[in-house]
């Protein structure tokens, strides 16, 4: 990814700030922005801690095998059909402090 220059490429990429971070309702509960906002940690698989960006798909909160095209391959009137509803609540094994096994 080209995170450095998102918004040059995302014209509508939002910028998160600790200003409006908590009125972005639409956040999922593992953003690691909203958990600092609220001063909580971060998750043992975020890789800002694991420091291995596969941890995310070990603990199961990563959107592979749930996206089935780039934003670039659909046409804007079949985006609604490819909403992708998110669960509210993390599972057990997400949630725990630390890597088990």
Known sequence: TDYKHRAAKVKDCVK???RNIRRIVWLPPSCA???VAEGKDLYWWHPLV???PETVHLAGVSVRGRVGASEEAVRDE?????IVH???RLTR???RKTKVG
């Open 93 to 95: 094994a997400a949630k």
């Open 86 to 88: 998110w669960p509210l």
């Open 33 to 35: 922005y909203r958990l």
């Open 50 to 52: 694991s420091g291995d």
């Open 16 to 18: 998160l700030t600790p």
């Open 78 to 82: 079949e985006l609604e059909d490819r």
